[in-house]
């Protein structure tokens, strides 16, 4: 028998609940059935409509989301666990708008406490805002079922979590890369006064999102940009891609939409496509590559493949000598495994936590499972990325899962790929979120990395991989401060060589003097083009026999740490600062302190990433720009400077014309990229142990 039921919408005075019913536990199924008259939220007239369940404050389901229809069918089925009937299920419907914030439809209560158990009702719910009673905002169909369950049913729960999770870890192994270039864009709809637009791309494939320059006024933007999404999926699924008009200080206009199903399209192959976007709002030519690749993966401690001796000797061959030109994005790869970890902080009232780990490289992220009311876990756990860059960094979060809240930051610690010590089982004291100073807790990890050095060098002077996530800029008093000094030193370093030319000018020291004026007649007159690599190679040369006698070379890491690691006092003043109003007035002009506070980091890291270069802060890339000016001297000192200027200037003007669709780069910069600033040299740095963390002594607790 089914009975027809109608929803409550809103709680209010006017909406007596019914009986409390006694607590139990109850599986709860709804069909989520269709949508009537639903609300008006994008400008063709239509919506994209989906809909999410939330009980208890925590959601509990979202359907799929259908396009342009105020009428939808979903015949989507989801069961729930209820420990009580007292909460009622909260249901709200929002417009699906891709890069911009999901537009409210309306919402509805549904309250358990009503439903006649052990029966299928259909429930028809009148959609409100509750900001707006009077609107009608349409209706949902459902069909529930409310039944009492016991102990098996926990039990049966209990294995489909395990489902549920097993699927999890499943769909954050991915079996591809799919490569990207954004060429241009042709006859884009004009959306300024001035009859042009400013447009930019987003894309988005999964939950991986890529976000383009933006190019002023044009409707044919020339972009040349290139960027990789993985393939988490066999058939690939859909690239989502839309246009976008920068208008500042309004909300971004939107130019249109265009969609790729991946699953056409060939591997290994390059694919030239000109898509167009839909209503006719111009069109995008894409250069588009699927890869197939080893996935990354993982495993229980027990199974570990660079232990097998067949298996290594496979993956060392596959990353050879002799393979050095094959596959160029294929670097190497890194094996981690999360052992266990102590002393963590305590996130609950009960005094423990229930941490999880987080593994992240470049933009592939790994969990491990979750070990419930324990501050010295135990995970056991094998991780295995593939490495396109080897100067990446791997960073290892600790969290603490929470059923009714995002998971709270319990630790976190910076790995570089080239300071890994390959079967170094090793205790990493864990810090806070700004990678400046400790925070409480001990964890264990053994890593393993194999790569290709050609390779890895090849890969150092191409543009580096963007995170498709990062934290939006935010104006700090602080930061701000911290870049000023950065640069200010960088600068004073250029003004004191300077103090100290002029000195040998001015004759205060004669012996100086004498030898500068001697050193300069000896340059001028035999100077050649080939010498000025030559002296960065003795500069090089210089700081290797230093650092190997033991002697400092002067990285300034001090000054760095001094500005990282702020007194709390200080934090407070900025604190103080905010009470009194003066990020208030920082707002307004917000921009342009974003602007200026990312110009001086940028210039500032650039000037310590020159110094740490040759003062071998990664000695991998002190040798690359070695062996680099090196083959720049000869090449100067055999080949007169106007051949080398010709072959220059040859290839500029006919790299397009014989690649119409190459993607310029700065092969100086991009290698001054992979080496770090100050500030990350700092946030690298491991922090002291306690004697009593010694991995080795807590061998009998995490097993080999």
């Known amino acids: ?160 979590q395990n489902v549920r999770l097993a699927e999890h870890r499943k769909s954050q192994l991915w079996r591809g890369i799919v490569s990207i270039s954004l060429i241009e864009g042709r006859n884009f709809t004009a959306m300024d006064t001035n009859g042009l637009s400013d447009p930019y791309v987003k894309f988005r494939l999964d939950h991986q999102k890529y976000k383009s320059k933006t190019m002023p006024k044009t409707l044919n933007p020339q972009w040349r940009e290139q960027f990789d999404f993985h393939l988490y999926e066999e058939n690939g699924g859909v690239l989502e891609i839309t246009v976008w008009d920068k208008d500042a200080g309004k909300r971004d206009d939107f130019i249109g939409r265009s969609t790729l199903q991946l699953s056409g399209l060939s591997k290994e192959q390059t694919h030239k496509l000109e898509l167009p976007l839909e209503e006719d709002k111009g069109t995008l030519v894409l250069l588009v590559t699927l890869t197939a690749s080893a996935a990354v993966s993982i495993a229980d401690l027990s199974v570990n493949s660079l232990d097998d001796p067949t298996e290594r000797q496979q993956i060392l061959r596959r990353y050879s000598f002799l393979r050095s030109f094959r596959h160029l994005k294929d670097v190497g790869t890194v094996q981690v495994k999360v052992i266990g970890a102590e002393g963590l902080m305590a996130a609950d009232v009960t005094g423990k936590s229930d941490p999880f780990c987080v593994l992240e490289l470049s933009n592939d992220r790994l969990q491990t499972h979750t070990v419930y009311k324990n501050l010295s876990p135990e995970w056991n756990k094998v991780f295995t990325f593939n490495v396109s860059d080897i100067h990446a960094v791997l960073e290892v979060s600790v969290y603490d899962e929470d059923r009714d809240r995002s998971a709270d930051f319990l630790g976190k610690v910076a790995i570089p790929l080239l300071r890994i010590q390959n079967g170094e089982r090793k205790a990493y004291a864990l810090k806070n979120k700004e990678l400046t100073g400790p925070t409480k807790g001990v964890i264990f990890l053994e890593t393993d990395v194999i790569f290709n050095t050609i390779k890895a060098g090849l890969r150092t002077l191409v543009p580096i991989e963007q995170k498709y996530i990062e934290d939006e800029p935010k104006v700090s008093k602080q930061l701000l401060q911290q870049n000023f000094n950065r640069l200010k030193r960088c600068i004073l370093v250029l003004i004191n060589v300077g103090y100290y030319a002029n000195s040998c000018l001015e004759w205060e020291s004669p012996q100086r003097s004498i030898s500068a004026f001697l050193l300069f007649l000896l340059v001028v007159w035999n100077f050649e083009l080939y010498m000025i690599p030559l002296s960065l190679l003795f500069l090089l040369a210089w700081n290797y026999f230093l650092i190997a006698s033991g002697k400092d070379t002067g990285l300034g890491d001090v000054q760095a740490l001094e500005d990282l690691f702020q007194d709390e006092d200080e934090e407070e003043d900025d604190k103080d600062s905010e009470r009194k109003g003066f990020m208030n007035k920082l707002y307004a002009i917000q921009d342009v302190c974003i602007s200026v506070q990312s110009a001086l980091d940028e210039v500032a890291s650039y000037g310590e990433r020159i110094k740490n270069t040759f003062n071998w802060t990664v000695p991998f890339l002190s040798w690359l720009a070695i062996t680099a000016l090196f083959v720049g001297t000869l090449v100067i000192y055999f080949i007169p400077l106007r051949y080398i200027v010709l072959v220059w200037g040859v290839n500029k003007f006919t790299k397009k014309l014989r690649d119409p669709y190459t993607i310029d780069n700065n092969e100086l910069l991009d290698f001054l990229s992979r080496v770090p600033s100050d500030v990350q040299v700092v946030q690298y740095q491991e922090l002291k142990l306690d004697p009593g963390s010694s991995p080795n002594k807590r061998k009998k607790n995490y097993p080999g």
């Open 1 to 160: 028998m089914r009975r027809a039921v109608r929803g409550i919408n809103i709680a209010g005075p006017g909406n007596a609940k019914p009986p409390v019913a006694s607590a139990g536990m109850y599986q709860l199924d709804i069909v989520l059935k269709k949508g009537h008259n639903l609300a008006i939220r994008d400008r063709g007239g239509t919506s994209d409509p989906y809909v999410k369940f939330k009980m208890s404050g925590k959601e509990v389901f979202r359907s799929k989301t259908i396009h342009k229809n105020l009428n939808p069918i979903w015949e989507e089925k989801v069961s729930l666990l209820v420990d009580t009937l007292r909460e009622p299920l909260y249901v709200k419907v929002f417009d699906y708008d891709f890069g911009l914030q999901d537009d409210f439809m309306g919402s509805a209560y549904l309250y358990l406490e009503s439903l006649e158990q052990k029966r299928t009702l259909d429930v028809t719910l009148d959609l409100r805002d509750p900001r707006y009673t009077d609107h009608n905002l349409g209706t949902l169909d459902l069909a529930v079922t409310l039944t009492p369950k016991g102990e098996e049913f926990r039990e049966a729960q209990q294995q489909q």
